[in-house]
Structure formats: C-alpha cells, structure tokens
T-cell receptor
Framework: AQSVTQLDSHVSVSEGTPVLLRCNYS??????LFWYVQHPNKGLQLLLK??????LVKGINGFEAEFKKSETSFHLTKPSAHMSDAAEYFC??????????????FGQGTTLQVKP | DADVTQTPRNRITKTGKRIMLECSQT?????MYWYRQDPGLGLRLIYY???????NKGEISDGYSVSRQAQAKFSLSLESAIPNQTALYFC?????????FGPGTRLTVT
C-alpha cells in the first residue's frame, strides 16, 4: 500500500528566508510524486512532479524537490520565501503499482505562513 | 477556457436532499476522479472512472454515486445529503502522469 506523510502541519518563515516542507512516502513500487499548492479559496495547482527521471525536480515559482529513495523522502524547498507563497501545500504519491489506477494519495497538507 | 470545469461552484442544501455535482473536461482524457477535501485530511478519493463503462469505488464511496455520461462528463451525486458531507469537492482528469484538477465545488449541508 502507498501512503504519504507530511511531517509538519504548519510552517512559518520570514519573507526572504528559505522554505522547507517535509514529506515522506511509502510505496511498494517506483512512485510518482507530486507537490500541489492551494491558495485560499482556490483550486489545486501542480508545482512539480517526479516520475523516475532526474532526482532533483524543479518546479514553478522557484520551488524544487529532491527525491531520496534511501530516505523515502521528497522534501519541497525554495531559497527565498515570498509573501505570495503563503498557501497550503500537498505532497502526493500516485499509484504506479500493478493496478496502475493513477489514483492520487494525498498527504494531510502543510500550511505555509510567510511573515513580512 | 478552463480544461476542467465544475458546476456549481458553491451550493448550500438541506439534510435529506438529493444533489448532483457536475464535472466536464476538454482534455480528451479517459480517466476521471472525484475527491473531497476536509481540513487536516488532505484529499480523499470517492470514485474514479477509466472510461464510460468502467466505474470504481474509492476509499470513501459510501453515501455517493457517480455517472459517466460521456468521456468528457463525470457527475457525482449525493442521494440523501447529510451534514458530514459538507466539504470541498474536486474533479480531476489524468492521462499518464499528468493530473488536472477542476476549481472545486464547496458544498454545505445544513
């Protein structure tokens, strides 16, 4: 079975400082991993995805994530936070097993607060 | 125009009423999904469909039903709404590893 755990429900940073949102996954298969962002009262936007190519994945708005198989982690980072980054972030794993349903399994979400 | 649209965007209904949420897509994808979002729980899968004749239950299908009227349309119904079905509902489509979400429908059951 696949699962994903976001280690922090809430992260607070100051504008201009680095962002780290942590995610660990469990998968019996080579996973596809995603980070989505949801701004208040908005839908879900794909930030980036890992699909077994390069382990360091660059996404939109300066975000990137590194797939570390030995640590079963897929942490999201950004060198310098901007006020507009305040939102909820979801780490997601896709079912790539024998059934290959394409179902997405979501983490519980991490709320990022950016202080001026 | 948006690739995945949902109607209505907001709905308030009473306990016991039947309600239908609709989803349409212009991506030409075969796979479509319905999720609900609750605070602190992320998104959970309700139903998914691989094509018009292939409908599957997700992890929380009780109290819901779906209809895949065409490749482009996938509707979610609550036969008799109850307050704990108050949530934000998302439709999604996919082809390969690409996933596209609709804007969401905020449903409140009083």
């Amino acid at each position: 079975a696949q699962s994903v755990t976001q280690l922090d429900s809430h992260v607070s940073v100051s504008e201009g400082t680095p962002v780290l949102l942590r995610c660990n996954y469990s998968s019996s298969y080579s996973p596809s991993l995603f980070w989505y962002v949801q701004h208040p009262n908005k839908g879900l936007q794909l930030l980036l995805k890992y699909t077994s190519a390069a382990t360091l994945v660059k996404g939109i708005n300066g975000f990137e994530a590194e797939f570390k198989k030995s640590e079963t982690s897929f942490h999201l980072t950004k060198p310098s936070a901007h006020m507009s980054d305040a939102a909820e972030y979801f780490c997601v794993v896709s079912d790539n097993g024998s059934s290959n349903t394409g179902k997405l399994i979501f983490g519980q979400g991490t709320t990022l607060q950016v202080k001026p | 125009d948006a690739d995945v649209t949902q109607t209505p965007r907001n709905r308030i209904t009473k306990t016991g009423k039947r309600i239908m949420l609709e989803c349409s897509q212009t991506k030409g994808h075969d796979r479509m999904y319905w999720y609900r979002q609750d605070p602190g729980l992320g998104l959970r899968l309700i139903y998914y469909s691989f094509d018009v004749k292939d409908i599957n239950k997700g992890e929380i299908s009780d109290g819901y039903s779906v209809s895949r009227q065409a490749q482009a349309k996938f509707s979610l119904s609550l036969e008799s709404a109850i307050p704990n079905q108050t949530a934000l509902y998302f439709c999604a489509t996919s082809e390969g590893t690409g996933k596209y979400f609709g804007p969401g429908t905020r449903l409140t059951v009083t």
